[in-house]
């Protein structure tokens, strides 16, 4: 019997919002794969017609993923060439994704992931908080863990990066004064790259009441500033002139 030759994985990042952010080699890669998975075929196909790439669509999502990606691993393993993507941004922030590359990387599939649109990186260079060091929390627990993650969040000192709902983004802005005081820094982003694109910079206490008059609606990225380190002193090490 013929053995099979392994296809590739490409994970390939699509707009988060305007669509001549996608990439010439992502097209060339969706439109050479023998399959598309996509978070949601409804939003995806939007895409797809627009660049006029016709390969088949198949769902791939939070619901189903564990039950799909032992099929997807043995597709590739017979030498299919497939490609993920999500509704917007690069799969797996966020969004399914990690499964699947797990698989293939434990069963010795390549797994190639293209360099495209993510939301949180114009969301921290636009905000003028420090981006040399920066900690990634994505969507924070709902209720279980809540409370206790925020405190923890309270003493890290690199720069935060939280996804959050537009319904839930002021009482989020509320529980960090709670904890953190109203004073630290935040910035909010919404609807990048989209028509209506926002950043609002401030303390925590201005960028909330801001929300609180101007409802938030689309897609948001709070920056949170780092915990500043407490001063400290520099002695001089040179050795004084006894004259």
């Not at 279980?144 to 009482?171: A, C, D, H, N």
């Not at 909010?188 to 909330?208: M, Q």
């Amino acid at each position: 019997m013929k053995e099979c030759t392994f296809g590739k994985l490409y994970i390939v990042p699509t707009p988060v919002g305007n669509l001549e952010d996608m990439t010439f080699r992502a097209i060339r890669i969706l439109k050479e794969v023998d399959v598309i998975l996509a978070e949601d075929t409804r939003t995806s196909s939007v895409l797809l017609r627009h660049y006029q790439i016709e390969n088949k669509l198949v769902s791939h999502h939070k619901f189903n993923e564990h039950k799909t990606v032992g099929g997807i691993v043995d597709r590739l393993k017979c030498g299919e060439n497939i490609a993920l993507i999500s509704d917007a941004g690069t799969p797996a922030i966020s969004d399914p994704g990690f499964l699947l590359s797990r698989a293939c990387v434990e069963e010795g599939i390549v797994v190639e992931c293209l360099p495209g649109a993510t939301a949180f990186v114009p969301a921290l260079v636009d905000s003028g908080l420090p981006n040399d060091k920066f900690c990634f929390e994505g969507f924070l627990p709902q209720k279980k863990g809540r409370q206790t993650r925020l405190k923890e969040l309270e003493e890290e000192e690199r720069t935060v990066i939280i996804y959050e709902s537009p319904f839930r983004l002021v009482k989020t802005l509320g529980q960090l004064m709670e904890i953190m005081g109203t004073e630290r820094k935040v910035s909010v982003s919404r609807e990048i790259s989209k028509v209506h694109e926002e950043t609002v910079r401030g303390t925590l206490k201005d960028v909330k009441e801001h929300f609180e008059h101007h409802e938030p609606k689309g897609e948001i990225v709070m920056v949170l500033g780092g915990k500043e380190k407490k001063g400290k002193v520099n002695k001089c090490t040179d050795d004084e002139d006894d004259e």
